[in-house]
Nanobody, 124 residues
């Protein structure tokens, strides 16, 4: 059974920073890709970032490259998303999800388990 608990969201002014965390109750967490998605009301859930189990290979949505950093602590079964230079268009509910062992999907249809999400609101 996969349990994911996101935290760290909040309200921040444009240009500010937030660090999201995802506590994952996943057997063998360290062998899986992990991902972050986000969703705004009325729109599909959108891929934001992914990280290989080795913690070194990372992948990003073009619009967040250079501003967001995905990382993980395999000893703590925790995934992170450091978000800097935030923009109002980053406002969304952010979710983490478990990818595969050798790959990940950038479509939300590729995932079965989601946490409750954490709300990020960026004011102008």
């Amino acid at each position: 059974q996969v349990q994911l608990v996101e935290s760290g969201g909040g309200v921040v002014q444009a240009g500010g920073s937030l660090r999201l965390s995802c506590a994952a109750s996943i057997k063998a967490f360290s062998v899986y890709f992990m991902t972050w998605f986000r969703q705004v009301p009325g729109k599909d859930r959108e891929f934001v970032a992914a990280i290989h189990w080795n913690g070194k290979n990372t992948y990003y949505l073009e619009s967040v490259k250079g501003r967001f950093t995905i990382s993980r602590d395999n000893d703590k079964n925790t995934l992170y998303l450091q978000m800097d230079s935030l923009k109002p268009e980053d406002t969304a509910v952010y979710y983490c999800a478990r990818g595969g062992v050798s790959s990940y999907s950038n479509s939300p249809d590729g995932y079965d388990d989601w946490g409750q999400g954490t709300q990020v609101t960026v004011t102008s």
